[in-house]
Every structure is written in structure tokens, then in C-alpha cells.
């Protein structure tokens, strides 16, 4: 989609190049972070693609076509671009400003129109917003409008630099949900700087973690960036606990849940206690008649106790969803009674039941796991070890 | 005036504003008024009529605003042109010497860049303009400059990078978002010209400055009184003019 050869810059009057000698290939349909200390060279990159910074020398290509020295202006029309300030023209409208670029390519005026509905849709900005002005919106809706602007004639690809970057943390978090939700839609292919390698390791679908002159140190899926670091420089700049940040990458419904026996909390004892005789567990859950969990009970609690089962044994609180990330599972799994947490469905009804044993079974399976589920089927064709090793080993060669 | 009152009712409070627009119009119908009820008092000679008649007096405010508009005209698309050149990277190395040249048009005295004029050129109309340009070139450009520059450089950045051409951010982002600190430069420098204008009149260019140059020579305060008077309030109409243009022409959204 986006291949980079030889790529170099050197700005006047320095000496030392910016960037030198990068080659990387970007796939189709992928987020690719460009993470690396300040002063790497990671937005020169970036910025090399649309040709904001024009390289010394090396090549650009965009899906297949050399691009490195057709009309600027032309080809950054073509390719979607948000930045850190957000940079809205504050004197133009909402309206005004996502059709930006549809304007320079000439759409007519209900094309346009149409298309500034749907993007403000997409990005969850309410049309009453069409005619404000930038000055009008939080920093959060500001930045859901650069991101529509940048989107706005359909380019193929987004390229953005630290687009989170000045937004407060609880923001940004539902701002970064939110921008992977819609790239499961939109499926561009994205460019993603920032400095932060938790954001890369959550926004990249490949991280490329760049030293100083943007040489690649690894350039690989942020799985096997955390468990097979290249050298002693990505293991520093994941900093510590790899192990845990891996598990944020991993959601609950990717594993198997354990069998676990449920009753309801209208059943009569003897229901439940026979259904707790016919395994080997300790404890049923009781769902309500929604299907929602209601309470943990244990055999002795109800053994030769009359409790009405909704006041008997314990609340069922340790609740995740199944798309919860495994760190959070295993967060509300440490603080629950039976080390436990019940799965439920967007409904909140009862899905299953994960416990520890089972977490660090995945774990444990998770690597060819994982490889299978990250495989795109555009890049099908070429062996997924080929793509990130090689390329940092060619890297280095040269 | 709908254009204006809908910008004023459109705004916060609309009403404060638009009684902010008509006090000074008021004011100077009061004043004006006041004036002429003066020297309807006064019993006037042959000189003082010869001054204080409605058409010397309409000629000669035509003339001073005559002047007025024609060397700020003159000097907006001047100005405004070197401003925005002197902005460009291409000109970075210029620019401070430009700057200089304007500065020295600034510093002289009016009366000395009016009489130094007379004497290598001619005297009249023309040579009292380019008095007039000259000394007001300076804030205009000063205020160009300044409002492209502090154009948030992210804005420009995110401009060039969705495709526009350099132009075309110079015309739809760098010109509009500097308009509020161009105007105020244009205000600042209409008032000089009027004001600056009254002494055209020693160097042919007529006036009410003539006015008020022969009252004092013949001593006659009545006319004094009253060209000095029509003088001030054609100034602070002009100014209040352009403060309503500086609101009404400011891009919404700032």
C-alpha cells in the first residue's frame, strides 16, 4: 500500500541526516504506529509521505505508484491527514471545515453535503453542530471533526501524528475505543506516530519502534514486539512488564470460558444443590429471570439452610464483558471472592465464567494463536515471519 | 444599516452593541448642531463669511475627505501587498530593511515629508497623497505582518497537508484569520491621513485646513472655532465608520 525505499532526510544546515536510509512497507488496511524517543525522526517520516518535508533522496511509492515527485498538492488530497493541534480553521464552520478537500476536487454542492451528514454521524457529532465553529466545540469534539475533515473524500489513507496527544487521559482513551471501532469499519490504511508505546501498543495493528535517524529497530505485530523484543533498545522502550501489557491485546471471548454450573434464582433448594452434586465445583452461580447473574452459592450455605436463595451466599459482582480486555478480566478477577469473574453478553445476560486457571492457559497457548488471528487476508500470501524480521534485518544491514 | 443591525442582534448583547453604534453618531449630530448654533450667534464680517458659508465649507470637507480616502485607498493595496510579500519565506532577508524605509516615512514630521515634497516635486493634490501614503504606510504594513504571523502555524500546516495550494492559504485561511489586526491598521491609518490631510492646504491641496490656516494668520476665532470643530467631527465619523467596518467585516468564528 505504502512503501518507503531508501528514504532520507537532511535538513539544511545540519549535519547529521534526520532520517536515514528507511525502507518500510505498509500494508493495506493496517494501523501502523511509528513509536520511538523524541528526536527519532518518527512525524519527518510521517511527514515524508504526504511530502509536507520533502526527502533528500529515496523513493515514495503509494499503492504502487511512484509518488515522490507527482504535484504535491494533488497527492496530498489523496491522503487524509490529522495532527496533534487538531488544526481546524477557526474562522470557517463545522460544515466548512470537513469539506475542505471535497471542494478542491470539485464534488458538487449535495454530494458534499451528504457526505458531511454521514462523517458527522460516523465520528458522533451531533448535525446541529454543522453550522458552529470550531471555537464552539470541546477539545474532544474537535478532535472527532479533524478526524472526519481528514476522512472527507474517502482517502485511502490517514496519516496521523499523536492525534491524542493533547487530549486529558479519560478523553483519549474513549477517543482511541472509538477510532478502532470506526477502523473496523473504514479499514484505512493509517499511519500513526506518537510517543507513547502503550498507545502504539493498543492502536497498532504493526508497530514500528524507530531509534534515532529513524533507523527500525523492530518492526513487528505489538505481540510479538512484547514477547520476542529484537534487542536491548525495544525491551527498554516497552519498559517494564511486557507479560501484563500482552494481555491487554487479548479479549475474554478469545478464550475459552469453564464449565460452570448455573441455577436460577427460582429453583428450590434441592434443584440447586442437585445440580451441585453433579460436578465437581464448590459454588453455582444463580442467574435472576433476565439471565442476568445474581448470586454465588456454596454447597454448605444451603446444605441444611432454609435462606431464601436471593439472601443466601454472596452477590455475583466480578463482571466483565466479552469484549473486556484480559488485563481488566484479570484485574476484577484478583479482587473477586472465588478468583473468578462471570462473562456477560451486551444485554448483561450470563455467557460464562473464566477463572485463573484458565487465563493462564491462554496465556500459555496464546502465541500461535495469535498469529493465525493477525493475518490479514490481503498480506496472505507472504509468510507473516518474513515481514517484520527480514525487513529489520534488512534494515540493519544496510 | 440591516447588515449592521443584524450583526449587532446576531451577537451577545445585541442591544448594548447597538447602542454603542449610534451614541457616537448622536453625539456628533449634537455637536455639529451646537456648532452651528455658535456661529449663527456671531455677527460676521466679510472675511469670516467668505469662510463660514455652506458652500466653502462643503467644498473643503469633500476635499479633506477626498484626500482622506484616496491616499488610504492608495496605501491599503500598497501596504497590504508588501505586507503579504514580506511574509513569504522568499523574503525573509528583505524584509527588516523594508521595514526601515517604512519606519523613516513614519518618523519624519508630516509638515517636513509635505514640504520636502513641494520642493523637489511640485505642490497640489498628487504630492500631498503621497505625503499622506507615506506617512501612513507604516502601520499598515506593521499590522499586515503581524496578523499573518501570528496565524497559528498548525492551521497553516493542516491546510498544506489536506492539498491546498500555497495561494489558496494565503486567500481562505492567512488573509481572513489576519482581517481583525489588517482593519485595525487601516483604522489607525485613516485617522492619520484625515487628520494629517488639514495640512495639505499648505501645499495647494486645499481643504478645511485652509480654513483654519487663515483664521489663525487673520485672527478670526469664529472660524477658527468652527473649521476646527467640522474638522474633528468629520475625523471621529470617519473612525467611527471604520470601527463598525472592523465589526461587521471580522470572520465569525473568532
Not at chain 1, 86 to 115: C, Q, Y
Not at chain 2, 116 to 123: E, F
Amino acid at each position: 500500500m505504502i512503501r518507503l525505499e531508501d528514504l532520507t532526510k537532511v535538513f539544511p544546515a545540519q549535519e547529521e541526516a534526520a532520517v536515514d536510509d528507511l525502507s518500510l512497507e505498509i500494508y493495506e488496511g493496517e494501523i501502523v504506529v511509528l513509536v520511538g524517543p523524541s528526536g527519532c525522526g518518527k512525524t519527518t517520516t510521517m511527514k515524508m509521505i504526504n511530502r509536507i518535508i520533502e526527502p533528500t533522496s529515496g523513493r515514495i511509492f503509494l499503492q504502487g505508484e511512484d509518488v515522490t515527485k507527482v504535484n504535491p498538492d494533488k497527492l496530498r488530497r489523496r491522503i487524509g491527514y490529522v495532527i496533534q493541534q487538531i488544526g481546524l480553521f477557526p474562522h470557517m464552520t463545522i460544515a466548512d471545515n470537513i469539506a475542505t478537500v471535497p471542494r478542491m476536487l470539485g464534488w458538487e454542492k449535495k454530494r458534499t453535503s451528504d457526505r458531511i451528514d454521514e462523517l458527522l454521524e460516523t465520528v458522533g457529532i451531533d448535525l446541529s453542530y454543522r453550522d458552529r465553529y470550531p471555537k464552539e466545540l470541546s477539545g474532544g469534539q474537535r478532535q472527532r471533526i479533524g478526524v472526519a475533515r481528514a476522512m472527507a473524500a474517502d482517502p485511502p489513507v490517514l496519516l496521523m501524528d499523536e492525534p491524542f496527544g493533547a487530549i486529558d487521559p479519560i478523553t483519549r482513551d474513549r477517543l482511541q475505543d472509538e477510532f478502532l471501532r470506526l477502523q473496523q469499519e473504514i479499514r484505512k490504511t493509517i499511519v500513526f506516530v506518537t510517543h507513547d508505546i502503550d498507545e502504539a501498543i493498543k492502536m497498532g495493528d504493526r508497530i514500528a519502534i524507530l531509534k534515532h535517524q529513524s533507523k527500525i529497530a523492530q518492526y513487528d505485530t505489538p505481540e510479538r514486539i512484547l514477547t520476542d523484543p529484537a534487542d536491548e533498545f525495544v525491551q527498554d522502550f516497552i519498559g517494564s512488564g511486557p507479560s501484563i501489557k500482552r494481555l491487554s491485546l487479548s479479549r475474554v471471548s478469545d478464550i475459552e470460558t469453564s464449565d460452570w454450573p448455573v441455577a436460577r434464582l427460582t429453583d428450590s433448594h434441592d434443584e440447586v444443590r442437585e445440580k451441585m452434586r453433579s460436578t465437581s465445583r464448590d459454588h453455582v452461580l444463580l442467574l435472576d429471570e433476565q439471565e442476568k447473574p445474581g448470586r454465588w452459592v456454596g454447597l454448605e450455605e444451603i446444605q441444611h439452610d432454609d435462606t431464601p436463595l436471593e439472601e443466601s451466599g454472596r452477590p455475583a459482582v466480578a463482571i466483565v464483558e466479552a469484549n473486556t480486555n484480559l488485563y481488566d478480566t484479570l484485574d476484577t478477577m484478583i479482587t473477586s471472592y472465588k478468583g473468578s469473574a462471570i462473562i456477560v453478553d451486551e444485554g448483561g445476560r450470563y455467557a460464562g465464567v473464566v477463572d485463573f486457571d484458565t487465563v493462564l492457559e491462554a496465556i500459555n497457548t496464546m502465541r500461535p494463536h495469535e498469529r493465525d488471528r493477525h493475518m490479514s487476508p490481503a498480506e496472505g500470501e507472504q509468510p507473516r515471519e518474513r515481514t517484520g524480521q527480514d525487513l529489520q534485518a534488512g534494515g540493519e544491514e544496510r | 444599516m440591516t447588515t449592521l443591525q443584524k450583526a449587532a442582534a446576531k451577537g451577545p448583547g445585541g442591544a448594548a452593541r447597538l447602542l454603542r453604534y449610534f451614541t457616537m453618531p448622536i453625539f456628533l449630530g449634537l455637536a455639529g448642531l451646537a456648532l452651528y448654533l455658535y456661529v449663527g450667534t456671531q455677527d460676521l464680517d466679510s472675511i469670516e463669511q467668505r469662510s463660514l458659508n455652506a458652500g466653502t465649507l462643503i467644498q473643503q470637507t469633500a476635499r479633506l475627505l477626498e484626500l482622506a480616502a484616496v491616499s488610504t485607498a492608495i496605501v491599503v493595496t500598497l501596504a497590504v501587498t508588501t505586507g503579504v510579500l514580506l511574509t513569504r519565506p522568499f523574503a525573509r532577508r528583505v524584509s527588516p530593511f523594508v521595514i526601515g524605509l517604512a519606519n523613516i516615512g513614519q518618523a519624519v514630521p508630516s509638515i517636513g515629508v509635505l514640504a520636502l515634497l513641494a520642493i523637489i516635486w511640485s505642490i497640489g493634490f498628487w504630492p500631498c497623497i503621497v505625503a499622506l501614503v507615506a506617512y501612513s504606510f507604516l502601520s499598515i504594513l506593521r499590522n499586515t505582518m503581524v496578523g499573518l504571523r501570528q496565524v497559528d502555524r498548525s492551521i497553516i500546516e493542516a491546510a498544506r497537508g489536506m492539498g491546498m495550494t500555497k495561494l489558496a492559504v494565503l486567500f481562505r485561511i492567512e488573509l481572513p484569520l489576519a482581517v481583525p489586526i489588517i482593519l485595525a491598521g487601516i483604522r489607525t491609518a485613516l485617522i492619520i491621513n484625515v487628520g494629517t490631510a488639514t495640512l495639505g492646504t499648505f501645499i495647494g491641496a486645499g481643504g478645511l485646513g485652509e480654513s483654519i490656516n487663515n483664521a489663525i494668520r487673520l485672527d478670526r476665532t469664529v472660524v477658527l472655532v468652527a473649521a476646527s470643530g467640522v474638522t474633528a467631527i468629520v475625523a471621529l465619523f470617519v473612525d467611527w465608520l471604520a470601527g463598525v467596518a472592523e465589526d461587521v467585516l471580522r470572520p465569525r468564528g473568532l
